[in-house]
């Protein structure tokens, strides 16, 4: 079967560096996405890891390990405007994208 | 830059009425989907089409159905809505159904059955 988690929520300051872990399975592997989805909005697009190893893009970086279907997002230099659900997604054999229920973050001053 | 709409934002509808929600996009996506997202659990996938005149079964599809007349436009209809579709409901496209390439979200059409 199919299944991925990622946790709840998390708390972090502001400043800070937090990581958000996501883990699956699954028979088939197209990708694993990530999104960033504030209360009340649609989830927009941060990142895409289809091979193994960190990507980067500003204070934003994610991590893929296929072989231990896991990834994780790590975000650098908290800001408030951070506080958002991240939700991770992998892309399954049949390109359908398969959702994490999303993490809540929450930075405090 | 107009993207991806729903219409309407958000709506109150008595249980047993029908409603079609709608999605227009502009970018000449093949693929579109629709999405349900209900606290505690992902988004999950409803129907969807790879292409103009087709469309598919996703995780959840009772009660809805949907229509691919054209490239642009992609409506999702409740025939006779029940309570447990109260929920937020997200239209997205992908330029290919084939591809590891990112999906685009509408604004969301927030529903209440009541």
């Known amino acids: 079967g199919q299944n991925i988690d990622q946790p709840t929520e998390m708390t972090a300051t502001e400043g800070a560096i937090v990581q958000i872990n996501c883990t699956y399975q699954?028979?088939?592997?197209?990708?694993l996405f990530w999104y960033q989805q504030h209360a009340g909005e649609a989830p927009t697009f941060l990142s895409y890891?289809?091979l193994d190893g960190l990507e980067e893009k500003g204070r934003f970086s994610s991590f893929l390990s296929r072989s231990k279907g896991y990834s994780y997002l790590l975000l650098k230099e908290l800001q408030m405007k951070d506080s958002a659900s991240y939700l991770c997604?992998?892309?399954?054999?049949?390109?359908?994208?398969?959702w994490g229920a999303g993490t809540k973050l929450i930075i405090k001053p | 830059t107009a993207g991806i709409t729903q219409a309407p934002t958000s709506q109150i509808l008595a249980a047993g009425r029908s409603m079609t929600l709608r999605c227009t996009q502009d970018?000449?996506?093949?693929?579109m989907y629709w999405y349900r997202q209900d606290l505690g659990l992902g988004l999950r996938l409803i129907h969807y089409?790879?292409?103009?005149?087709?469309?598919g079964k996703g995780e959840v599809p009772d009660g809805y159905s949907v229509s691919r007349a054209n490239t642009d436009d992609f409506p999702l209809t409740l025939a006779s809505a029940v309570p447990s579709q109260t929920s937020v409901y997200f239209c997205?496209?992908?330029?290919?159904?084939?591809?590891?390439?990112?999906?685009?979200f509408g604004q969301g059409t927030r529903l209440t059955v009541v």
């Open positions: 997205a496209s992908r330029p290919r159904d084939d591809s590891g390439t990112e999906a685009f």
């Open positions: 970018m000449r996506h093949n693929a």
């Open positions: 089409s790879n292409t103009a005149g087709t469309t």
């Open positions: 699954t028979s088939g592997f197209n990708g």
């Open positions: 890891n289809v």
């Open positions: 997604a992998f892309m399954d054999s049949n390109y359908q994208l398969i």
